[in-house]
């Protein structure tokens, strides 16, 4: 079975600075996927990016990026050059080439100070 | 939000009453799910269709029901509400499965259900 662990607490980050939040995943499955949802006070689930296991460059997406460390089985978000709009619940998620479930971690908290 | 609509947006339900949360999507995707979220929790999926008229569970299914007659809707039935299924529900489409490269996953605004 899949399983995602986001285990920051809530991070206080100021504008402008960058800000980077954990995932670290566990699976025995060659092929799958890595996906990050931003979900502000509003509900919505919002997609960030994606990361293939297989692909060799990391994602990037705007302000948006992906460290992924496939030995490490780490997938970390890294937001550049903060904005107040980025104060949010941030999930990170996967699923493996076959599978019809998408797995979530329990969430990173974000807020972002003047 | 990118086509998926769901409805009610929020409901309160009396413990033992029935109720289906509505979910339709335009974008001719065939991967549809339904998932809730708790306090302190991710997503969980409740159920998924891989297609009109194929349905299957997910990691937390029972009391909920879903059918997939068309490949535009996809409802998500209360049988017999209890307060533990008080939750966020969001329902979420794509064009196929999840794991393929690229497949952007697309979540309705979520729905708001209280038990009591």
């Known amino acids: 079975a899949q399983k995602i662990t986001q285990t920051q607490p809530g991070m206080f980050v100021q504008e402008k600075e960058a800000v980077t939040l954990d995932c670290t995943y566990d699976?025995?499955?060659?092929?799958?996927?890595l996906f990050w949802y931003k979900q502000p006070s509003s509900g919505e689930m919002i997609f960030l990016i994606y990361?293939?296991?297989?692909?060799?460059q990391n994602a990037t997406e705007g302000r948006y990026s992906l460290n992924f460390q496939k030995a490490r089985k780490s997938a970390n978000l890294v937001i550049s050059a903060s904005q107040l709009g980025d104060s949010a619940m941030y999930f990170c998620?996967?699923?493996?080439?076959?599978?019809?479930?998408?797995?979530f971690g329990k969430g990173n908290q974000v807020v972002v100070i003047p | 939000n990118a086509g998926v609509t769901q409805t009610p947006k929020f409901q309160v339900l009396k413990t033992g009453q029935s109720m289906t949360l509505q979910c339709a999507q335009d974008?001719?995707?065939?991967?549809m799910s339904w998932y809730r979220q708790d306090p302190g929790m991710g997503l969980r999926l409740i159920h998924y269709?891989?297609?009109?008229?194929?349905?299957d569970q997910g990691e937390v299914p029972n009391g909920y029901n879903v059918s997939r007659s068309t490949t535009e809707d996809f409802p998500l039935r209360l049988l017999s509400a209890a307060p533990s299924q008080t939750s966020v529900y969001f329902c979420?489409?794509?064009?196929?499965?999840?794991?393929?490269?690229?497949?952007?996953?697309?979540f309705g605004e979520g729905s708001w259900l209280t038990v009591v």
């Open positions: 269709s891989v297609g009109a008229g194929i349905t």
């Open positions: 990361q293939g296991s297989y692909d060799e």
């Open positions: 998620a996967m699923t493996y080439y076959g599978n019809n479930r998408l797995a």
């Open positions: 979420a489409s794509s064009y196929s499965e999840p794991g393929r490269s690229g497949n952007t996953i697309y």
């Open positions: 974008m001719n995707h065939e991967y």
């Open positions: 699976t025995s499955d060659q092929s799958y996927g």
